[in-house]
């Protein structure tokens, strides 16, 4: 599976768009990118996936590069309740997802 | 769509017992689920894959005779940590792969056990 690369913590303030950042210049052009978060003590939450063009739900968007070596997930208008820990994880047809250490988020007031 | 339910969400067991924690997909039918340990400040770490009739498959450096998993049913995954230690005190999470309403996986909120 495709290694990413994440920054190990990021501050953001409440209110204003939280951009995490995610290599993955290893990737195949079969493989998808994944974000979950996981808030304290719970399970991982889904947010968004995508293969190669940009994608968007009612938790964020999902910006892939045209070379998919990188993406960024957003968050449009952080609040308190997203301070997590974000995975962005790159999933092959091998049917594992494998967790890399994630980005802290610390929404701040 | 897509739930899945872990119990128990937290559980304390004396060393040298057995703990079994179950893992259900309330609706839908999960052919394959997997068993996650985490461990304060770390990441997930993948365990095991469960397939459904079938034995489970670990990952390097899990000992199959002391996590044993069970996929008797389409909804239905058990863990069970035997003769239980302190070190093995963690967060177990499973997850299950869904089609609906993503095509992904789905974790349960986990069991913290703490062997005493």
């Known amino acids: 599976d495709a290694k990413t690369t994440q920054p190990p913590s990021m501050d953001c303030a409440e209110g204003r768009a939280a951009n995490l950042p995610c290599n993955h210049s290893t990737i195949s052009g079969n493989e998808y990118v994944y974000w979950y978060r996981q808030i304290h003590s719970q399970g991982p939450q889904y947010i968004i996936h995508?293969?190669?063009n940009n994608e968007t739900n009612e938790m964020a968007s999902l910006i892939i590069t045209e070379d998919r070596k990188s993406s960024t997930l957003i968050l449009p208008h952080a609040t308190l309740r997203d301070t997590a820990v974000y995975y962005c994880i790159v999933y092959s047809n091998t049917g594992k997802l494998i967790f890399g250490q994630g980005t802290t988020l610390q929404v701040k007031p | 769509g897509a739930v899945v339910s872990q119990h128990p969400s937290w559980v304390i067991c004396k060393s040298g017992t057995s703990v079994k924690i179950e893992c259900r997909s309330l609706?839908?039918?999960?052919?394959?689920m997997f068993w996650y340990r985490q461990f304060p400040k770390q990441s997930l770490m993948l365990m095991a894959t469960?397939?459904?009739?079938?034995?489970?498959?670990?990952e390097q450096g899990v000992e199959k005779d002391k996590f044993l998993i069970n996929h008797a049913s389409l909804t239905l995954s058990t863990l069970t940590v035997t003769s239980a230690h302190p070190e093995d005190s963690s967060f177990y999470i499973c997850?299950?792969?869904?089609?609906?309403?993503?095509?992904?996986?789905?974790f349960g909120s986990g069991t913290r056990l703490t062997v005493v």
């Open positions: 997850s299950a792969r869904s089609q609906l309403p993503f095509y992904g996986y789905t």
């Open positions: 609706d839908f039918q999960a052919t394959t």
């Open positions: 995508g293969l190669k």
């Open positions: 469960s397939n459904e009739g079938s034995k489970a498959t670990y």
